[in-house]
């Protein structure tokens, strides 16, 4: 029998994290927490294998932006409206950008390849990366920690339900992917047309 999500992050634990916190960002952190209340793996492998994977994802994007800022991929970056705000945020508070950008919806994923297109040492923007994503990690780890307890009862209340809520969820799960997808062929078009008229 396939093994779910859940059963997956308990198995591999502060693995499954560090993959997870890559790309999911705060919901990883919560759910280290939540794992942590139950036993599954100590608070502080939680915080730490959070905090390392949202580490390497922005070290990923940084480099991808200081290395490769003529490719496509950061060129649609660089068209974002997201884009914009972090580059004038980076020009007027540089160090303190690094630290918060991670705590800012939206800019998650721009600031760092934003940062790779700056004059910021690589160095510099790691040891305050790391420390940035120590502080944050802390944070909603303990979130998710504490907030456990709800998060068990809610899923014991529905777990007499639990054929009847696997039927129902793909149903706007896949109305909101097919709306992401649109969302996201509309600003890819616009962009490819952006740089077009600018080339």
Not at 2 to 20: C, E, K, N, R, S
Not at 152 to 175: E, F, S, V
């Amino acid at each position: 029998m396939m093994t779910t999500f859940g059963q997956y992050l308990q198995d591999y634990g502060p693995v499954a994290i560090i993959l997870w916190a890559g790309f999911e960002g705060e919901s990883a952190a919560i759910a280290g927490g939540v794992l942590a209340h139950r036993g599954v793996m100590p608070l502080w492998a939680a915080w730490l294998a959070t905090a390392f994977g949202a580490f390497l994802a922005d070290e990923m994007f940084f480099q991808i932006g200081r290395r490769f800022r003529d490719r496509p991929f950061v060129a649609r970056a660089r068209h974002r409206p997201a884009f914009a705000k972090a580059m004038a945020f980076i020009e007027r508070y540089p160090t303190a950008y690094i630290i918060v950008f991670r705590f800012l919806y939206g800019l998650r994923t721009v600031s760092p390849i934003a940062l790779g297109l700056t004059h910021v040492p690589f160095r510099r923007f790691a040891s305050l990366n790391a420390f940035a994503a120590l502080i944050w990690s802390a944070i909603f780890t303990t979130i998710g920690y504490l907030f456990g307890p709800t998060v068990d009862r809610m899923l014991d209340a529905l777990a007499p339900y639990k054929n009847q809520i696997l039927i129902a969820l793909p149903i706007p799960g896949t109305c909101f992917l097919i709306w992401k997808l649109w969302q996201w062929h509309r600003r890819r078009r616009a962009i490819e047309r952006s740089i077009e008229a600018e080339a």
